[in-house]
C-alpha cells in the first residue's frame, strides 16, 4: 500500500472521531464490513466491528424507498426518487 504521507504510528489523533483516522483495515475470512448509509452520520463497523457471515439471513431484492440527500420532509412529493423505488437490487456476486 502507498500513502502519500506516511502515516506517523505515534501521533494522537486529530479528532475523537474514529472515521477521520480510520483504515485501512483487512476484513477477516467469513466477516463483513458494513457501511451506513450516511457515511459519514452512521455508525457502521467502524463503532462495533466486522459482522460474521452467519448474520446475514438473506439478500436485498427491491429498493423499498429512495429519499434525495438533504431534501426537506416539505417536499415528499418531489424528493421522493420514485424511479428508485421498488427497482431491483443488483447482485454483488461476480
Given at each position: 500500500m502507498q500513502y502519500l504521507e506516511q502515516?506517523?504510528?505515534n501521533a494522537?489523533?486529530?479528532t475523537d472521531d474514529?472515521?477521520?483516522e480510520y483504515g485501512p483495515v483487512v476484513v477477516p475470512a467469513g466477516q463483513y464490513f458494513?457501511?451506513?448509509?450516511?457515511?459519514d452520520n452512521s455508525q457502521d463497523s467502524r463503532y462495533w466491528g466486522f459482522m460474521p457471515a452467519t448474520y446475514v439471513?438473506?439478500?436485498a431484492l427491491f429498493i423499498y424507498f429512495s429519499f434525495t440527500e438533504n431534501?426537506?420532509?416539505s417536499h415528499f412529493f418531489t424528493g421522493v426518487r420514485w424511479n428508485r423505488i421498488?427497482?431491483?437490487v443488483r447482485s454483488a456476486t461476480y
Open positions: 502515516p506517523n504510528p494522537p489523533p486529530k474514529v472515521r477521520e458494513m457501511m451506513g448509509d450516511n457515511r439471513k438473506g439478500e431534501a426537506p420532509l421498488f427497482g431491483r
